[in-house]
């Protein structure tokens, strides 16, 4: 007989308010990441769709050489390229339904172009003429956001807004490894869960955030095990293939359209140019990294298959080649233009009635401006005494 | 023959009272925060919303600013019209990011296409006797950010009447509350309220003509009191309440101070950097010929907000806005 038996009455018991919750095991992301590219099931992938994204692969690696290209010749102040990770951009934009929203983070200007942005609406705020070159809710696609993560909550508060309203639309969030980092992330996820939102969160794990390698990042199993703390599924995928992502992402948004909630998605791929064109990648990574994913490629791993399968002959892929030089050079010809500047711009949406000083403050540019305009130096404002009434 | 009772209400049942037709009036309109719901705020401000309106659109949400913030950006680009309740003034830190990086800036940055209308109700200031954390004066944060307004109700008719424009502005509104008026009272008719002067226009709270106070928020009924203690020393001094720092009243307070020749600026928040700084810039820019002396401040002392047992020595009373007065260069006329 145990002491525990001796002591008859004890009988233990969780804590009164205690009770199970939701049962992790569904929740928990695959060990590897889902593939489907150069496995069996890569044979019953509709012809149509390796199509389409092979022809979208090969537009979105035209589109990422173009901008860096006017990196150089200064017509962009600065490109962070997506090269290497067009698989995800590209999935991510053709799984949503025109009524979806898109919520791309700065490094996803191609997801916006495959969306059917205008690439130069998309570049704007790297040309640096304005921030957002576009209307969003023309588009359903969110400003570019810049700082980490700060998007996430935006997707979730508009899935909740459109559930409320009872419209069946689904958001994309899209962040990258670093930004998981950030408490944006674990609030826009606890969020979603806590709401069941209609929200998708695709983590591009590339491999770093600027230099900093994932090891310096995160202690988790995966990020895509993240999910699990919060009580949403995480699902990890081979983020260089275009069917594995299309297919994941097309059954996270199929979730939350059908009430499922939120999915956190976790595509393992690499940035295999640096952080921008004015970072140094030599300085924290070596080429034989580099190289092994090289020959992982997104664009050579659809055109591989639909070459084996016969899909795509010299024709056709010529004709997809021209496709994309077309856009590349029309891109090209119209970034080349200067963009016509209105410093006047500076006063009119800041609020939706400028405030007295702003329109003191706009008087005083437009002085500056006509001075400078009939060159007359110095003829600056006039004396803040009896002025702005 | 009939008369409408004007019965006391309190400054947090005016506030109560306009969200509650605010949502009656406008389905889009969704109150949101920490305990707003069920409990219907610390303050009470919220109660009774979520019983009369549901869980959706007066929503408990969880404990994280950003989050909650962050959310009403997404709902406001959805259609909706968020009033999110930071619980108290140091507790909307975690939410600056959202508030400077997008709430501020989004309608400058989609060049209009994408106004934010969210309203964000911050209790405020200090005097209420609250340990640390709950007592900050934070608007000067909020007024050096363009593309906020930031409103601060002094009475019961204003609290109602600036809340329901802030809720019905398309631009984001930093909406303080000031703690230690919650229980202010006074005459007000719930069912017909008055109307009040616009976001933006200060207002004479009493006429004078030796000197200007002026002031906002909970240092409003302060300077209220000192104005009326200053007749013993033969003063006659003007209050004007500012009701917005953004938009700026230059207008009525330049008139005042041109009409008075002298100025004191009082407020809770720190001298260094606060707002008096900018306010008393402001008019020395335009009043200068006018001024008889200096503009003085009057504000909380340059540290962190102390504990409540000494709050009483930090906070700006009627002796130390006297003591100001009094240093108006009076000598200098005579």
Redesign the interface.
Known sequence: MTVMEQRGAYRPTPPPAWQPRTDPAPLLPDALPHRVLGTDAAAKVDPALLRRLHAELVRGRRYNVQATALTKQGRLAVYPSSTGQEACEVAAALVLEERDWLFPSYRDTLAAVARGLDPVQALTLLRGD???GY????HRI??LCT?LA?Q???????????R??GDDVV?LALVGDGGTSE??FH??L??AA?WQAPVVFLVQNNGFAISVPLAKQTAAPSLAHKAVGYGMPGRLVDGNDAVAVHQVLSEAVAHARAGGGPTLVEAVTYRIDAHTNADDATRYRGDAEVETWRAHDPVALVERELTERGLLDEAALQAVRDDAEAMAADLRERMNQDPVLDPM?LF?????HP???LLEQESQLRAELDAEADGTPGAGPHG?????? | MTTVALKPATMAQALGRALRDAMAADPTVHVMGEDVGTLGGVFRVTDGLAKEFGD?RCTD??L?E??I????????????RPVVEMQFDAFAY?AF??LL??VA???????????LPITIRVPYGGGIGGVEHHSDSSEAYYMAT??L?VVMPATVSDAYGLLREAIA???PVVFLEPKRLYWSKDSWNPDEPSAVEPI?RAVVRRQGRSATLITYGPSVPVCLEAAEAARAEGWDLEVVDLRSL???D??TVAASVRRTGRAVVVHESTGFGGPGGEIAARVT??C??HLEAPVLRVAGFDIPYPPPMLERHHLPGVDRILDAVGRLQWEAQS
């Open positions: 304005w921030h957002t209307d969003p809710r023309e969110a400003p700082p700060t996430l909550p935006h997707a979730v508060g508009l899935a909740h807004a459109a409320l309203k958001a408490g944006d609030e826009a606890n969020f806590v711009d009119a949406h800041v609020y939706a405030t007295p000083q803040p005494e009896g002025a702005g009434r | 959706d949400t969880p994280a950003a989050g913030l962050g959310a009403a950006v997404g709902m406001a680009m959805y259609g909706l975690p990011e959202q990086s997008h800036k989004m309608r400058n940055r989609t060049r209009g296409a994408m106004p363009p593309g307004h502005s398309d631009d933006g953004v938009p700026f230059d207008e820019e335009r200068f010929h």
